[in-house]
């Protein structure tokens, strides 16, 4: 497994060793002994989570004030434009985002720590998307950054109109939004 900082260092794209032979291929999603050695980060996921959406869904920007969690995500359907949020007020990246194409071609994951809102847009026919979590979902607690709040600049790869849940559509613009100290 390949572990890459991003320009939110705390947020990790990750490349598994993937064998692929004319039957298909085999590779490790997840190995806590060598997650551990290759992030020295020591998670406990709690719940696992899997997505499937459409051409044209955005999901996001999701996280919990309270209870925050931390998510190993993967796309293993299809092709996801995936966007991760500094919202840690005491971060010098407060507000700056990074991005990356998550594939079941290219098998690419990425470690999103607490204190982060993390979302998707699905830029093939459909997509499934998996994510492990380290804390349970508290529907009391989830917040959402408004996806395309002009503060955060973010450039999704749009053709027109993204389909959105309520929830994202009444997200709060970074300003206003419930964030991390």
Same mark, same amino acid.
């Given at each position: 497994?390949?572990?890459?900082?991003?320009?939110?260092?705390?947020?990790?794209?990750?490349?598994?060793?993937?064998? @692929?032979?004319?039957?298909? %291929? %085999?590779?490790?999603?997840?190995?806590? #002994?060598?997650?551990?050695?290759?992030? !020295? &980060? =020591?998670? *406990?996921?709690?719940? =696992? #989570?899997?997505?499937?959406?459409?051409?044209?869904?955005?999901?996001?920007?999701?996280?919990?004030?309270?209870?925050?969690?931390?998510?190993?995500?993967?796309?293993?359907? /299809?092709?996801? %434009? *995936?966007?991760?949020?500094?919202?840690?007020?005491?971060?010098?990246? %407060? @507000?700056?985002?990074?991005?990356?194409?998550?594939?079941?071609? $290219?098998?690419?994951? &990425?470690?999103?720590?607490? !204190?982060?809102?993390?979302?998707?847009?699905?830029?093939? *026919?459909?997509?499934?998307? &998996?994510?492990?979590?380290?804390?349970?979902?508290?529907?009391?607690?989830?917040?959402? &950054?408004?996806? $395309?709040?002009?503060?955060?600049?973010?450039?999704?790869?749009?053709?027109?109109?993204?389909?959105?849940?309520?929830?994202?559509? *009444? /997200?709060?613009?970074?300003? $206003?939004?419930?964030?991390?100290?």
């Amino acid at each position: 497994m390949q572990i890459t900082p991003t320009s939110l260092p705390e947020v990790l794209l990750i490349e598994p060793r993937v064998f @692929g032979d004319s039957r298909g %291929f %085999f590779f490790e999603s997840f190995n806590r #002994n060598a997650f551990r050695e290759k992030t !020295g &980060l =020591d998670v *406990d996921f709690v719940q =696992d #989570n899997h997505s499937k959406s459409a051409r044209g869904v955005l999901r996001g920007l999701h996280y919990q004030i309270q209870h925050p969690q931390g998510k190993l995500v993967r796309c293993t359907a /299809g092709e996801v %434009f *995936d966007v991760v949020v500094d919202i840690r007020r005491s971060s010098p990246r %407060f @507000g700056q985002h990074m991005t990356a194409t998550l594939s079941a071609e $290219n098998k690419r994951m &990425l470690w999103v720590p607490p !204190g982060f809102a993390h979302g998707f847009l699905v830029t093939s *026919d459909s997509a499934e998307f &998996l994510y492990k979590v380290t804390d349970y979902w508290y529907p009391e607690h989830e917040r959402s &950054l408004l996806w $395309n709040d002009p503060a955060l600049a973010i450039d999704w790869p749009l053709a027109g109109e993204p389909v959105l849940s309520k929830k994202d559509l *009444d /997200g709060a613009p970074l300003a $206003n939004a419930d964030c991390f100290a």
